[in-house]
């Protein structure tokens, strides 16, 4: 009983310094705006925002860089609180077992983070020269959506930190991750025109441990719907050759 009384005092007290917090005078409460970061990208599938961006990290598919040819571009950005991701991806033809080929309608998609910018730390991976990824984000149902759109991927992309050997990759012995219980991290949207989907996406610096100025490396991958890999970037004369993309963090 007593431990309640003394909650309720607890609550009490919190309710009342909330009350006092939300009088604040008009002119404070103004100053606090201006001081509120803008987002520099708006997650809404418009893409004039990227292209008003100063000293956007990118990568393109080289015209030799033929094994991984799906993921056609690439940029990244980051302001104070998120890291922001576009690519374009051109949807590929699958062919089942029976049946003609068609144009793949799921597009799983992984996004590594080396989010301290030293590869010699985290994990390792075939698909770029240089990785140390801590982090790695994956959407399994992809982000394309119902007929030719782009889906929110805000409540299905996982978020995986890499805790095994410096160096190993995830899937080899000494390699692992762990799927960390977070939600409202991430947001996504975008469009399909002929056949390519241009995305962008959204997630918080916190969760992936990147707070302080700095420099991280970012890569991504695109896969068809039975995990074939299928886009890669950034990527060199083949997958592996190249490091992931270097991103400036304020
Ligand atoms: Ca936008
Ligand atoms: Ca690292």
Request: charged letters at 25%; a negative charge.
């Amino acid at each position: 009983m007593k431990k309640i009384f003394l909650t309720i005092i607890a609550a009490v007290a919190m309710v009342s310094m909330f009350a006092s917090c939300q009088e604040k005078p008009e002119d404070e409460k103004d100053k606090e705006k201006e001081q509120e970061p803008t987002e520099a990208v708006t997650i809404d599938g418009n893409f004039a925002d990227w292209a008003a961006l100063k000293d956007v990290a990118s990568a393109e598919l080289d015209v030799d860089a033929n094994a991984y040819p799906g993921m056609l571009a690439m940029k990244a950005y980051a302001d104070e609180t998120s890291i922001y991701v576009y690519f374009e991806y051109e949807l590929q033809e699958e062919t089942p077992e029976e049946g003609d080929p068609f144009i793949q309608t799921s597009a799983p998609f992984e996004i590594f983070v080396d989010s301290d910018g030293d590869a010699t730390t985290g994990g390792s991976s075939w698909i770029w020269s240089e990785v140390g990824y801590e982090y790695m984000l994956e959407d399994e149902t992809g982000f394309l959506g119902e007929g030719n759109t782009v889906r929110d991927m805000a409540e299905t992309m996982h978020i995986y930190h890499f805790d095994g050997v410096d160096g190993k990759d995830a899937w080899d012995e000494g390699g692992h991750l762990t799927e960390l219980e977070l939600s409202a991290y991430a947001e996504s949207a975008g469009t399909v025109k002929n056949g390519v989907a241009t995305v962008e996406v959204a997630f918080l610096r916190s969760v992936v441990n990147a707070s302080k100025a700095g420099t991280i490396a970012i890569g991504i991958v695109g896969y068809d719907g039975t995990w074939k890999t299928q886009g890669v970037l950034p990527q060199g004369e083949a997958a592996g050759a190249v490091a992931m993309l270097d991103v400036t963090l304020p």
